[in-house]
């Protein structure tokens, strides 16, 4: 069967366009593509590697590098005031994930029903997604401190965690929960799985990738935070991120913070890294288990 082009030639339908018609420009190497993402590459991590850099550095300097050496490290463990704040941080972090990991899961799941109020719900659950730290910051303060009665602290600090980090929780666990296939919870129960059953053999495992990924979620939102904190911190509960920022400003940046920024930094990194690893071996084994399934 013959096609007609629209310079008027005839060609013979399925048989491949000459090479030398191909269009104009496609062989060729998108460089300044290239280039484009390579200076944002060193405009974001360019900072990075130079911090990484000069916590090693001989000297307190952090303007160049004078000689190899772990001095601010071993100053860094040997500081009371900075195991204290990372072990507040730590606390804060993982009972923060916790609750939002349980609360948000329960919440993703009881939006994922048609009931009336659910879009008025799932507006409410995103607004903190989208309102500015320093207003959330505030808002919390007089929450916690006025109305609730809560002292400033590691209580306040924890409440204010579990608001600004279960949006996130939701969001994540209710994206797999709208992808996955209710026809395998139906099929279970006409297998005659109770709710329980089909919950914990078949729909738990479906989402666990996304609760455990908005637990991290959760976790370095809570570790990390800055703003927030600082409304919050009491007597004797400073968090990491705050007595940074503190020591920072006072004393500018000095190459115990470098050193601590940059342990920050390498957990982050590992903890992504874990999670790819995760992810990558439950997609091969999946695949695996999909190529035994098939006959033949």
């Excluded at 303007?63 to 730590?90: I, K």
């Excluded at 989208?130 to 209580?155: D, N, Q, R, T």
């Excluded at 059953?197 to 990390?224: E, H, Y």
């Excluded at 991120?241 to 470098?258: H, L, T, W």
Aim: hydrophobic residues 55%.
């Amino acid at each position: 069967m013959n096609a007609h082009r629209a310079d008027g030639r005839v060609t013979v339908a399925g048989e491949p366009a000459p090479r030398g018609r191909r269009r104009r420009g496609a062989g060729r190497r998108p460089w300044a593509l290239v280039t484009a993402v390579a200076l944002v590459f060193v405009f974001l991590y360019a900072p990075i590697l130079w911090l990484a850099l000069v916590s090693f550095n001989d000297s307190r300097t952090v303007s160049r590098f004078t000689g190899f050496s772990t001095h601010w490290y071993a100053e860094l463990v040997a500081d009371e005031r900075v195991r204290s704040a990372l072990g507040l941080t730590l606390r804060l972090a993982l009972s923060s994930a916790a609750v939002c990991t349980v609360v948000g899961t329960l919440a993703a799941f009881g939006l994922r029903r048609v009931f009336r109020g659910r879009g008025l719900w799932t507006v409410v659950l995103s607004l903190p997604l989208v309102v500015p730290e320093v207003v959330m910051g505030v808002s919390l303060l007089a929450f916690c401190v006025k109305l609730a009665g809560i002292p400033l602290g590691f209580g306040a600090l924890l409440a204010a965690h579990v608001a600004f980090s279960l949006s996130f929780v939701v969001v994540v666990v209710r994206s797999r929960l709208a992808g996955m296939d209710v026809r395998l919870e139906e099929a279970a129960a006409d297998l005659g799985a109770g709710p329980l059953t089909a919950f914990r053999t078949v729909t738990l495992p479906l989402v666990a990738p996304a609760v455990v990924a908005g637990a991290a979620f959760a976790f370095l939102l809570s570790f990390d935070d800055l703003v927030i904190s600082s409304y919050l911190t009491g007597v004797g509960s400073t968090t990491l991120p705050v007595f940074i920022y503190g020591q920072a400003s006072k004393r500018g940046v000095s190459p115990e913070i470098v050193a601590l920024s940059t342990l920050m930094v390498a957990v982050s990194a590992a903890l992504l890294l874990v999670g790819v690893a995760v992810v990558s071996w439950r997609a091969r084994r999946a695949g695996r288990r999909a190529d035994l399934a098939l006959p033949g």
